[in-house]
């Protein structure tokens, strides 16, 4: 549903998260024609062979913002971005944030492993204010956020982030950003 129409394109794909590499050959297969890049705090990741030569791991810190800032400058044509790495809110929170204004407009933010909202070894359960889900789900205020009468600190920090977000979709243990431009809606009823 998401990642069919960049088939056979000439795309850049980056998986956050690479253990033992089997989804970036996964990838180069899905995506034959795409650049790939692994992101991974693990040394040992970057000594891993790859099927395709489009492949690539780079070290790093999917917490750290600056090193979202440097990987950006050296990168700034992303197309897709795969978040399956250390699972814990405040990184999925810092990669979303760090890599959603950055993506190209057209692209796709897809967070996996979005159960340890709900676990306790990652302080979480269901409800609670600092899980990535409740997190996500603030996603269709911002799509909404047009026809807000009040302001919102937290609202507000946000929209300039995902000011060109245009769907949020909940799987299981999956969220999917599209990044397709906001578009103008017609107001049926004056404000």
């Known amino acids: 549903r998401h990642l069919s129409r960049f088939r056979d394109k ?26 790939i890049i692994g ?3 693990d040394p040992e990741c970057q000594k891993l062979q790859y099927k395709s030569p489009n492949v690539q791991v780079i ?14 400058e050296e990168h700034p044509q992303i197309d897709v971005v795969v ?3 250390g699972h814990e809110m405040h990184q999925q929170v810092i990669s979303l944030e760090n890599c959603f204004p950055k993506l190209k407009i057209g692209g796709i933010y897809i967070t996996e492993d979005c159960h340890t909202s709900y676990m ?6 269901i409800f609670h204010p600092g899980t990535f ?11 909404n956020a047009n026809w807000r009468t009040k302001t919102h600190q937290e ?15 909940f799987y299981d243990s999956m969220v999917v950003f599209e990044k397709f431009g906001k578009r103008e809606m017609n107001r049926v009823f004056s404000k």
């Open 133 to 143: 889900i409740e997190y996500a789900k603030v996603g269709v205020d911002i799509l």
């Open 59 to 72: 070290y790093g810190d999917q917490a750290d913002p600056n090193f979202w800032q440097v990987f950006f």
């Open 155 to 169: 609202l507000e920090r946000r929209i300039p982030i995902f000011q060109d977000l245009s769907g949020v979709f």
């Open 120 to 125: 306790p070894d990652y302080k979480a359960e």
């Open 83 to 85: 978040d399956d790495g």
């Open 10 to 35: 000439e795309i850049t794909l980056v998986e956050i998260g690479v253990q033992g590499g089997g989804s970036l050959d996964m990838w180069s297969t899905f995506l034959p024609n795409a650049k």
């Open 39 to 41: 992101i991974d705090n």
